[in-house]
């Protein structure tokens, strides 16, 4: 299997603009989850998904920030419009019930 | 709610000397405790995980830790550190329900010749 796949692995954008990051979990694991990594706060969980249903997303940090999974081998985060505070890294990682968790290697959003 | 605290924010320690890195926990129940590594551009990687069983826990790259209840603990230690142990060390800690993970703020390793 070649784990959980993010895309891109590096963006830079400029204030304002949407910002979609893409996640692509490991075949027939039925959790997803996107957390976010800055210097500040180091790993924040932003949401999780089971079976493609959004549980929790209390860590979503505001409105500008949006996620979905419109089927079990495909996640969105979205940040619109994005803002420089925004800049940090993004991962996404999935598991089975019972079983740990595997990341992707991070998207790199620089938001100028 | 769980969380996780690790009080060290920067090691910095000698090639072939001992590591150590702190890890404290508040879960109400029994935690599942995991040591994450994450070397310069990569992503996580699992070093080790607690579910139940003996406490002390052989991972890879010749880590161990230790689930200590009564101190609601699970330090992360290494005998002898090499060079290319250099990174950020994340403990975790997830509900035994639902798996969610609590991430500490990481510790970060620096090497030295």
């Known amino acids: 299997d070649a784990g959980v796949i993010q895309s891109p692995r590096h963006e830079v954008t400029e204030m304002g603009q949407e910002v979609t990051l893409r996640c692509k979990p490991i075949?027939?694991?039925?959790?997803l989850f996107w957390y976010r990594q800055t210097m500040m706060r180091g790993l924040e969980l932003l949401i999780y998904?089971?079976?493609?249903?959004?549980?929790?997303d209390s860590g979503m940090p505001e409105d500008r920030f949006s996620a979905k999974m419109p089927n079990a081998s495909f996640s969105t985060l979205k940040i619109q419009p994005s803002e420089p505070r925004d800049s940090a890294v993004y991962f996404c990682?999935?598991?089975?019930?019972?079983?740990?968790?595997?990341f992707g290697s991070g998207t790199q959003l620089s938001v100028l | 709610a769980q969380s996780v605290t690790q009080p060290d924010i920067h090691i910095t320690v000698s090639e072939g000397a001992s590591l150590e890195l702190r890890c404290n926990y508040s879960?109400?129940?029994?935690?599942?405790l995991f040591w994450y590594v994450q070397s310069p551009g990569q992503g996580l990687q699992l070093l080790l995980k607690?579910?139940?069983?003996?406490?002390l826990v052989q991972g890879i790259k010749g880590f161990e830790a230790e689930f200590k209840r009564s101190q609601s603990s699970f330090n992360l230690r290494k005998p002898s550190v090499h060079w290319s142990d250099a990174a950020e060390y994340f403990c975790?800690?997830?509900?035994?329900?639902?798996?969610?993970?609590?991430f500490g703020a990481g510790t970060t390793v620096t090497v030295r010749a």
């Open positions: 607690y579910f139940s069983g003996d406490t």
């Open positions: 990682a999935s598991s089975s019930p019972n079983e740990k968790l595997f």
């Open positions: 998904f089971n079976n493609n249903v959004p549980i929790d």
């Open positions: 975790a800690v997830a509900s035994s329900n639902d798996y969610k993970l609590s």
């Open positions: 075949s027939g694991h039925n959790s």
């Open positions: 879960y109400g129940a029994t935690p599942y």
